[in-house]
């Protein structure tokens, strides 16, 4: 749990302002989702059971059933839920990464003490570049999952309401038989809420994407009205990089210059090396 939170954790510092934060509201309706789908469990786990036909042919109530039920509600819900939230998993991967790479050049430069570390953990990375791509990518796969299992929803059940009787004439049945589905009005109250769930996902969804393209244009004809400005804030997020870059090398030379004055000191030291160069 505490390996979830993190991640929880890392992939929010990756957002810079509170609503840009979608895919944290998306797992917040994940988790309620997750809640329903438990609850559901108790409201559908007699359907089957339950299913009753006016009939004693056997094999009829089973047939029927798969006729009109090829899935099972929950189970629709539940794979819809993991395959939503796989996306943000993706993300919080990415902003994992990118602060194990910040966490190695630290501790080439010589900063890998407890104090960077943490820094490096709490500090908000700016969305661009790569990550830019893959949370884009993450919403675009959560509006296209949702869209995806409503049209699924739509083409496998006649609608969002439960009803009460059913007819059926599929074979083996004798002839056209009268079924009856257990608890339709608590059905219909949660496909009705599931479904407004999803459409609320949806909008939202594209209301992130749709923001996150306006913002990244109006920054790309900022830099190019403001040559200047443009060139400082395309490479502001390089900064960090470069100076460590230059900690580096900077580490390097004073390694190479130590070095030397050791072989200054003790010139045995650089008759040896250069016989073993001439060897």
Known sequence: MDGWRERQGEAEGACPTGWLNGWTDGLTAAAVIMVLVVAAESVWGDEKSAFTCNTQQPGCNSVCYDHFFPISHVRLWALQLILVTTPALLVAMHVAYQQHQEKKLLVLTGHGDTKHLEEVKKHKMRI????WWTYICSVIFRLLFEAVFMYIFYMIYPGYQMIRLVKCEAYPCPNTVDCFISRPTEKTIFTVFMLATSGICIILNMAELVYLVVRACARRAQRDSNPTSGKSSLYGHKLSTEYKQNEINQLLTEQDGSL?????????????SDRCSAC
């Open 128 to 131: 661009s570049g790569s990550l």
């Open 260 to 272: 030397k004055d050791m072989l200054r000191r003790n010139p045995g030291l650089q008759e040896k």
